[in-house]
Structures are given as C-alpha cells and as structure tokens.
C-alpha cells in the first residue's frame, strides 16, 4: 500500500507541529460530526489543545479544575449515559494519577471515555522528572478493555482522534508537547489497530511510535548504502498488529524498537511479548532505561537518552550483529 | 412490580430482604453484613415506593437511576432487585461463585439495572454527578440517585464530586448517605471524624437532609423534599445502625466485612422472623 508520506520527509525542511495540535483540530471536527462528543479538561484547556473545543462548542465543554481523579470518574459517568467524552490533562497526572478510577470505572465498566495524555515522554523538557510521564503506556497497555495509540505526528494526531471518537470503547491517546516534524499527509492510512510499513527493507525492522518513527526514517535513510532497514510506524501498541509486525521480523530476522517511554511495559514491551511467544529474533530497544528524566531542553534530552536517530543507528547496528 | 404504598407493607418486606440477606451471606461464606442490613430499609422503600423504573425493562431510557458507590453492600441491592422482579430469587444463592452476574462487587455489564461497577471507594458519586450533566444537557426529567457509605468520604475523590455538583447546581441529584458512623478498622470518629458532616456539605453548596434510615415515612418525605430543591445538590444523610434487626450486629464495627457463620445465621433469622421475639416464628 502506498504511504503518502510528506515529500520533504528527508529535507531539513520537514514540517513542525506539536501533535497535541492534531488532537485540538481533531476534537473540534469530532464535535462538529458528533453531537455527543464532549470535552472536560483538568485546568489545562490551553496547553491540552481542548481550548478550540471549548470556543465551538461552550455548551459541552465541563470544566473539572484540578482533580484528575474527578475527571476519570465525571467523564465514566457522562460515557455511561451516552456521551463521548474527551478527558484531557498531562499524561503525568491522567493515567498518572487516577489510573485505579480509569481501571475500574472505564475499563473495568466497559464505557467508551477517551483520555488524551499530554506532555507525555522527557521532550516536556525543562518541567523536569515530575512531569516527564514515561510509564503511561505500560500503565494502559496492562489494563483489559483498553486501546491504546501513540501518534507520530500532528496530522495522524488528528486522524486518532476522529477514530477514537466512533471506536466504541475505551482509548488512551498519547500527545508530545513539542513541534515534531509532520511525516504523513492527509492521504496516509490511518486505522487503529493497524501498524503501517513507512519504508521497506530487508536487514532489519525498526518498529516506532510517536517521534520516534521520524527518527527511525532518518536513520534508515542514513543507513541506507550499508544496511537495509525496514521502518513500520505502530501507532496502535494495543491491540498490536502482531499481523503486520511477524510478516515483517520474518523476513528481516532482527528488531529494534524505538519509544519516548521506559523499555519496560511500552511498546518494546509489547513486541518483545509477541516476539518472545511468535518468532523470536535479536531485539534491541531503543527507551529510556529504567530511569527517570531530568530538566533540561527537550533536544539535549532527547540525545542524552539515546531518543534520537544517532542511537537508532547505534541499535540497528548491534541488532544486525546478533543475527 | 406493584408498588407499596403502605408503611407496614414496606416494614415487612425489608424484614424478607434481610431474611434472605443472612441466608445469601452465609452461603456465600465472605462478604459483608452490617452495611446491608442496615440498608434495607433505604433500599426497600427505593425500589417499592419511590424510583420509576422497570424490573422487566432494566434499560428503560427515562427509568430513575440507582448509583452505588460503596460496592460492597450490593447484597442487599441484589435482593432488593430480586424481590421487585428483575431476576429469579433463587440466583440469590449464587452470590460470590463462579460465573455468576452476581459479582462480590457490582458490575454494570454482568447485570443490567446495577448502573455501575462500583467498589473502590469514593468514586461513585463522581460518576452519578457526570451522569446527571450528561442527563440536564439533554433534559431528561429522570432522577440521579447515589448511594454512599460514610467512611468513603474519607477518599479525595468523594470530595471532588462534591464540589463538581456544587458548583454545576446538579438539583436532578441526591446522595444518600448511610451514615452508620461504622468502617473497617472502627468507629468514623475514631478513624478520620468526618463531623460536622452537615457543615460541610452545606459549604460545599448542598442541600441537607437528616433521616432515621429506618423510618419509612422520612425516608419517602426527604426524597420528594429533594425533587424541590432548585439549583443544588441534595445530600440526605441516613442515620442507620449497621447489622439493623439482628441484636448481636448492630453497632458492631467487626460485622463490617464479615458473613454469618450458619449457627449465628439461624440465631439471626430466628429474630427476624420473630421481629425481635415479639411474634413466633412460623418455624418455631
């Protein structure tokens, strides 16, 4: 199937978008195709891009303050009655803080409330460790009923958030708080649930999400004269596209995976999970290590833990190595 | 379901819900007794004379809505539910087993009319508070109940939900508050005082209520006096005794969490079936 990735994907000329801006024009068409769609906000409307929301539609945007347990719990019962509600705030703090009310009032309940994580990886930068969330996608992905996706870029943000709304159950949606570069256009494949080839190859497969797939690209692109990389962006890491990724590692006999997140639980977790059980293979994994961040820009953060496509290469490079 | 509408009516049939009650938990052999005895009544007098709702259509879109927060004293909602006709009595005794819809706490998908799936404490009233936004923007007339315990307004959550109907006036909801000043590890006052618990609601922009949750007649006169009070909350704080109509449970804290052994079960249906030893039993 043909990609449609952005044309200036390789050109220093990429596009930057924060993908918290997808999920803000996202949720606005969302709401303007769905009369039940609603947003709450935990005193974050600006920064967790509900703000365009609120501005469209005053009427069905609910006001928590400071109370992410509040929001998990306000957000089941509006689901319950019939609404779609979009909770938003830090990832840090939702699923940080109120997992057990997402557990047992969503999850557990079975109603179909989005909860949209901001500022999710160390990239939130400067903020430092405590609101760096790098455990939200092992948090989610552990807990049964519920989807969750990470996307690359601003306008797969978009698309994620418009399925999300009509996917009839509960989903966990990661956003970045920094401009990303914009990979796709609005003519990629988007579908939850289904990973996507970016780039063929024959040596090994780097399975990424969130930023991490520009990264990939990039150092495949590098690579590309010495070593044969195959690129699949794995916005879904629940339910895994196991499909997608054992025709991949079949063929290529080596994986690297790559996520703003910690190793344990996330999607490296994941593909070591099915990888462990299905076909297994060398896998290195590109994360941070068992260690919480640190203030600092976002891109010395990214490089200091290894986030980059530098360490990628690094990885693709012991992966090749093992085989 | 033919509704009760007299007091006495009502007096016997939470006397048969907590008959099989004690009969269920000791079946069941874990589970708690003194939150859902001291229920009865409230429930009763709920599901016999005051929600609109349908045993035999449980999903009845303009139905009164029934939250529980505290979870664990659903036994006493599982009987109540069976005596008004939503499902077989004799499913009572499948409490607590495997592959029952009668789960140890409720679960909304297991059994339709349960609303929520509740246990954790402090997070139900939240949810009923979402609910009853959800129901004002498209304004439904039905009613928002919620259930709650009083040790669970030691949890941050409860607190929240507090504020959230306060602040959006939600008059299409009323909390009941089973205030039987008991909780795992003792008395409320001893564990974290919650007094004064009027004050506090009444800080919070709620309207207050006190009852005897074992008077009938209040019960139903606190319910319709809520359906009139415009733009707040009301909170109606049921003061109940914790193992109600079993001498030896009744402000016990260790009944709490715990189910009759048979010997002390056939003591306690003895005196419920003898109202206290007034009457002989039929069994006698």
């Known amino acids: ?17 924060p993908t918290r801006n997808g999920y803000g024009e996202g949720l606005v068409e969302a709401g303007k195709k769905y009369p039940e769609v609603v947003a709450l906000c935990a005193d974050l409307t600006e920064s967790t891009r509900t703000e365009g929301f609120k501005k469209a539609f005053p009427e ?31 990832a840090a703090f939702s699923p940080g803080r109120n997992w057990e009310q997402i557990r047992t009032t969503i999850a557990l309940n079975n109603v179909p409330v989005k909860i949209a994580g901001m500022h999710a990886g160390i990239s939130v930068g400067p903020d430092g460790a405590t609101h760096q969330q790098l455990e939200d996608i092992a948090l989610m992905r552990a807990m049964p009923n519920m989807t969750v996706i990470v996307p690359t870029d601003a306008i797969e943000s978009r698309k994620a958030t418009l399925a999300a709304a009509i996917y009839l159950k509960p989903v966990y949606l990661r956003f970045g708080r920094e401009k990303v570069p914009v990979i796709t256009t609005e003519k990629t ?29 990039i150092a ?68 941070v290590q068992d260690r919480f961040g640190e203030s600092g820009q ?26 | 379901m033919k509704r009760i509408t007299d007091i006495r009516g009502l007096r016997l049939k939470a006397n048969e819900i907590r008959k099989d ?38 999903l009845w879109k303009d ?62 009233l939240a949810q009923a508070a979402g609910y009853a936004y959800a129901a004002r923007m498209d304004n439904k007339k039905f009613r928002v109940y919620c259930i709650c315990s009083d040790g669970e307004h030691d949890a941050g959550n409860h607190w929240e939900a507090v504020l959230f109907a306060g602040k959006y006036k939600l008059s299409n909801l009323t909390a009941i508050v089973d205030r039987n000043n008991i909780q795992i590890d003792g008395h409320t006052e001893e564990v974290m005082p919650l007094e004064p618990l009027e004050d506090k609601y009444k800080a919070f922009n709620w309207h207050v209520l006190h009852i005897d949750g074992h008077n009938f ?68």
Request: charge should be positive.
């Open chain 2, 21 to 58: 009650l004690i009969k269920m938990l000791v079946h069941a052999g874990s589970g708690h007794s003194a939150g859902p005895l001291g229920m009865a009544d409230v429930f009763t007098a709920l599901y016999f004379a005051i929600l609109r709702h349908n045993p035999h259509k449980p």
């Open chain 1, 220 to 287: 495949a692109e590098h690579l590309k004269k010495t070593i044969s990389v195959q690129v699949i962006n794995c916005h879904t890491i629940k339910p895994l596209d196991s499909k997608t990724i054992l025709r991949a590692v079949r063929k290529t006999r080596a994986v690297v995976t790559a996520e703003e997140h910690q190793v344990t639980g996330g999607l490296g977790g994941a593909v070591a999970e099915l990888l462990g059980k299905a076909y297994p293979v060398p896998l290195e994994m590109i994360g």
């Open chain 1, 1 to 17: 199937m043909k990609m449609h990735l952005s044309p200036k994907l390789y050109s220093p000329a990429v596009e930057q978008a």
């Open chain 1, 298 to 323: 976002p891109g010395e953060l990214m490089r200091k833990f290894g986030l980059t496509s530098t360490g990628i290469i690094a990885a693709v490079k012991r992966a090749v190595r093992r085989k």
């Open chain 1, 189 to 217: 494949p988007f579908k939850i649930g289904r990973a996507e080839i970016y780039r063929e190859g024959k040596d090994v497969t780097v399975i990424a999400c969130g930023s991490l797939v520009y990264e990939a690209l």
């Open chain 2, 63 to 124: 139905r009164d809505r029934l939250f529980l927060s505290n979870g664990h004293i659903v036994p006493v909602r599982y009987v109540t539910m069976a005596y008004a006709g939503y499902f077989p009595k004799k499913w009572l005794s499948t409490l607590r087993k495997l592959g029952s819809r009668l789960q140890g706490h409720p679960e909304r998908e297991r059994m339709p009319g349960l609303e929520t799936t509740s246990g954790p404490l402090g997070s139900g």
């Open chain 1, 60 to 90: 069905r945007f609910i006001e928590i303050g400071v109370a992410e347990q509040l929001l998990a719990t306000v957000a089941s019962g509006m689901a319950n009655y019939g609404k779609i509600p979009f909770m938003s705030s830090y």
């Open chain 2, 217 to 284: 007649r209040e019960i139903i006169a606190a319910v319709d006096h809520a359906k009139a009070v415009y733009e707040r909350p009301t909170v109606i704080i049921a003061h109940t005794i914790p193992g109600k109509g079993v001498s030896f449970m009744e402000n016990m804290p260790e009944w709490h969490g715990k189910p009759p052994k048979p010997e002390e079960a056939r003591v306690a249906l003895h005196e419920l079936r003898t109202l206290g030893g007034k009457i002989r039993g039929e069994h006698e």
